[in-house]
């Protein structure tokens, strides 16, 4: 039986391989773990790619009701890892990991109390979920985002911290100077040791 499993949602006009390798990087670490890393369901529509939701005429006001709408592709896709893997019953096992839409997606997993899993890693996102928040308190989340991004502003995620923050979520977060809209080495190194302390794959069970 596996240890865990960590589920990387990518971001707009990517596609599931293009976070495969951060789990293989992480897998050497954390070898007790499953990833998967599935394609969003939606073909993009500026290009090669997929995506969660469109963006085309999206403004702040449309964004939430289209995070809501996108639910009903992205929950059929989770649902699907999990049943691969075995691991409905054990969502205290598993890590959603999001990058730009893919943050999006994960934090409105949480913060719709969809999906009341073991932690939540987003990296350069921002929370744009409907009301209501009720996110499961058990859920602890890590939000990483670079002070250069140009495509989502750091701001979005300390924005996010305050609003999970005031919910009751466990919040951590890592900014971090002169990075742009990328996952950067160090964020990797943190994250990867996140998901090994909510998983308590740390030194005390080695």
Request: aromatic share 6%; charged share 15%; proline share 7%.
């Amino acid at each position: 039986m596996t240890d865990g499993l960590v589920i990387l949602l990518h971001g707009v006009g990517s596609s599931g391989d293009d976070l495969a390798g951060l789990g293989a990087h992480w897998a050497q670490t954390l070898p007790g773990l499953r990833f998967a890393s599935p394609d969003a369901p939606h073909h993009f529509e500026h290009g090669a790619g997929w995506q969660w939701f469109s963006l085309a005429g999206v403004t702040p006001e449309n964004r939430p009701a289209r995070v809501a709408a996108a639910r009903e592709a992205f929950d059929p896709t989770i649902a699907a890892i999990l049943e691969q893997h075995q691991m409905q019953d054990r969502l205290d096992r598993v890590v959603l990991v999001g990058f730009s839409q893919g943050s999006i997606m994960a934090l409105d997993a949480l913060v719709s109390g969809r999906w009341p899993v073991g932690g939540i890693v987003a990296f350069s996102g921002r929370l744009s979920s409907p009301l209501p928040h009720t996110p499961p308190l058990t859920t602890p989340v890590l939000l990483i985002h670079g002070s250069a991004d140009g495509v989502i502003p750091q701001a979005e995620s300390e924005a996010a911290v305050d609003k999970l923050s005031a919910l009751g979520v466990q919040v951590s977060s890592q900014f971090e100077p002169g990075v742009g809209h990328t996952i950067s080495a160090q964020g990797a190194r943190r994250a990867g040791e996140y998901i090994a302390e909510v998983l308590e794959m740390g030194a005390e069970r080695v």
